[in-house]
């Protein structure tokens, strides 16, 4: 299965709402592709669309080293995706010492700090979403992200938002 001009090599990973697939471009170097599974769930395909928008419209972030590059999309294709950098997951990283943990720490904490200036909240930080691309290491997935201006794609005061393993819990609490 192709995606546009990217060849489907792998699939490594998936969650609630995608999955993530390792591609090939035309000159065979690798990049990452998350394609939404759902697309027939508007509330996803909403969720879906505002990660591409803020990965594209926060793109001083990416120059600043906060966020990955978004290379390409397509959103209105069969199932929608976008592609970013292949990077390596937190879980497959082996670190050398504790040094190296703390400095990890720092960058995803330094990366929240920059977020939160800006009026907006990761919510669904966990392992999964940490990735390591070019000695740095980043928050990734930002399907659920809030925004303090923008319109509520989440309607219900008692929806429960972010994997529920990791969810803080008083949100579980009506």
Same mark, same amino acid.
């Given at each position: 299965?192709?995606?546009?001009?990217?060849?489907?090599?792998?699939?490594?990973?998936?969650?609630?709402?995608?999955?993530?697939?390792?591609?090939?471009?035309?000159?065979?170097?690798?990049?990452?592709?998350?394609?939404?599974?759902?697309?027939?769930?508007?509330?996803?395909?909403?969720?879906?669309?505002?990660?591409?928008?803020?990965?594209?419209?926060?793109?001083?972030?990416?120059?600043?080293?906060?966020?990955?590059?978004?290379?390409?999309?397509?959103?209105?294709?069969?199932?929608?995706?976008?592609?970013?950098?292949?990077? $390596?997951?937190?879980?497959?990283?082996?670190?050398?010492?504790? *040094? #190296?943990?703390?400095? +990890?720490? &720092?960058? %995803?904490?330094?990366?929240?700090?920059?977020?939160?200036?800006?009026?907006?909240?990761?919510?669904?930080?966990?392992?999964?979403?940490?990735?390591?691309?070019?000695?740095?290491?980043?928050?990734?997935?930002?399907?659920?992200?809030? $925004?303090?201006?923008?319109?509520?794609?989440?309607?219900?005061? *008692? #929806?429960?938002?972010? +994997?529920? &393993?990791? %969810?803080?819990?008083?949100?579980?609490?009506?």
């Amino acid at each position: 299965m192709n995606f546009g001009k990217w060849k489907k090599y792998e699939n490594i990973g998936s969650g609630g709402n995608a999955s993530v697939f390792k591609v090939v471009d035309e000159h065979d170097k690798y990049y990452a592709l998350k394609m939404l599974v759902h697309k027939k769930d508007k509330t996803k395909l909403k969720r879906f669309k505002r990660e591409c928008y803020f990965l594209e419209k926060y793109n001083d972030l990416v120059k600043n080293n906060v966020i990955l590059p978004l290379i390409d999309k397509d959103l209105e294709c069969e199932y929608p995706y976008y592609v970013m950098p292949l990077a $390596i997951p937190l879980k497959e990283y082996h670190f050398n010492s504790l *040094n #190296e943990k703390c400095c +990890a720490i &720092r960058d %995803i904490l330094g990366d929240i700090l920059i977020l939160h200036n800006l009026q907006i909240a990761h919510r669904d930080i966990k392992p999964e979403n940490i990735l390591l691309y070019n000695g740095k290491f980043y928050l990734s997935d930002f399907g659920l992200i809030f $925004i303090d201006k923008a319109q509520r794609i989440t309607k219900y005061k *008692n #929806e429960r938002i972010g +994997a529920r &393993r990791t %969810i803080a819990p008083e949100l579980e609490r009506n």
